[in-house]
């Protein structure tokens, strides 16, 4: 683990312009050790799955319980049940059974592969200085971003500090933009936005969220 500096420029909203800049120290992982933040991703990914997937064995299923034919006699195969998963409408061999996958990843792991995938994606971060608006307009938001000369052509990660922000409810029906809590940040939306917005507030919630420990 390294430490390293990400720098930032603050944008003001009203005019575009940078109002100041400043500076985050991270620990990091080494340059070639970000095999941290693919654990961290297929430890978000087994979570994301339910495991309820369900198939009947042929003990389960409904019937089977007369014996088709006589054993000997008739020519045909000898045949015990119906319901024999070499028959139609038969169980299941080796089918999916609810399951409970536990993939064990240390808090301190989670938030190290956050921290170094933040400052990999230094490039990527804008930080405005109040990024808020009063009503819940689409309008207002494009407005607001237009001012800093930003666009949302891109996949873009609004990160928010508040859940009942107006922005979450102006940015619904952009498809290009994700909106995600500060204190529900995750691997997965980071790696996929290619433009992260958020503002000074946000920035410091991340601060004492991530980066102690």
């Not at 990999?120 to 407005?143: A, P």
Request: with cysteine; proline share 3%; hydrophobic share 35%.
């Amino acid at each position: 683990m390294v430490n390293k500096t990400l720098e930032y420029d603050i944008i003001n909203v009203l005019d575009g312009q940078i109002n100041k800049s400043d500076t985050l120290a991270l620990d990091v992982s080494n340059d070639n050790a970000n095999y941290i933040i693919h654990r961290a991703l297929e430890h978000q990914n087994v979570l994301s799955h339910q495991y309820t997937a369900s198939t009947k064995t042929r003990s389960e299923v409904r019937g089977g319980g007369r014996k088709p034919w006589k054993q000997k006699g008739t020519g045909r195969a000898r045949a015990g049940s119906n319901r024999s998963p070499l028959w139609k409408g038969g169980g299941v061999i080796f089918g999916p059974k609810p399951k409970v996958v536990n993939h064990k990843l240390n808090k301190k792991e989670f938030k190290l592969a956050l921290r170094t995938l933040l400052f990999n994606k230094r490039e990527s971060l804008v930080v405005f200085n109040n990024f808020e608006i009063e009503n819940c307009k689409t309008k207002e938001f494009l407005n607001l971003i237009s001012k800093a000369d930003k666009n949302l052509d891109s996949k873009t990660l609004i990160v928010l500090s508040n859940a009942n922000d107006p922005i979450q409810l102006a940015v619904r029906n952009i498809p290009t933009v994700e909106t995600v809590l500060a204190t529900s940040l995750n691997i997965k939306a980071l790696l996929r936005a290619q433009q992260i917005f958020l503002d000074e507030t946000t920035l410091n919630l991340i601060k004492e969220k991530y980066c102690n420990g």
